[in-house]
């Protein structure tokens, strides 16, 4: 389900955003029926409602999945939600959503200046600004506020976005105000690749640094 899910961002590239698919994957381990062709059972319902709690482009596990993996890194990489209702079963449910994405090459999250850490949605285009609603909907999926209020004004409503492709993050400025990446100044609607460890400064007014998880220091105080 990894490799499907990469597969379909690289296939992603070539598409208009109109034609470009996302899926919800669900995976369970469990007892099933099948006569070769068809397989059902209650597994498989408990499957595809596990499958319907997910967003556009996660991949979640049930508690007897995640019992089931066998590769660290994706156990290191499954990060426990809490408990769900799911339509047709008696009690909540804790599931675990795993980030397919190569941590080398996409950044997990974003970081501001007072140390607070958000989680990038798994979504094709993350947007980044001052705005948090618009007629009721949300603006913004990383909102911007700056502790010295005098500097907001530095922040657009709508600063910048990130595209994702099979190589990496694309970060395009969508503001007449300025973005700096490393140092380096980003023309509006200039795109320029952002790995894990960049710093992008909005407006002069604040710097962020987007980072993944550290699995290696996680991977030497399991017991082997």
Known sequence: MVGLQRSIVRDNDSRAAEHRLNLRIGIHVGP?????????????????????????????????????????????????????????????????????????????????????????????VIRFGRLREQDGATANDVVITVSDHTLQSRISRWHFELHRRADGFMLRSVSTSTTEIDGRAVARGEEVVVRPGAKVKLGGAITLEFASEDFSQEMTLLPT
């Open 32 to 124: 099933v029926l099948t006569d070769g062709v068809l397989v059902s059972g209650d597994a498989v319902n408990f499957c595809s409602r596990v499958a319907g709690s997910a967003g556009s482009g996660e991949l979640r596990l049930s508690l007897a999945a995640y019992s089931e993996l066998t590769e660290l890194e994706l156990r290191l990489r499954s990060r426990r939600q809490r408990a769900v209702e799911l339509k047709g079963v008696a009690s909540p449910q804790e599931l675990f959503t795993l980030d397919w994405l190569d941590a080398n090459t996409f950044p997990s999250k974003v970081r501001f200046e007072d140390g607070t850490e958000q989680r990038l949605p798994p979504l094709d």
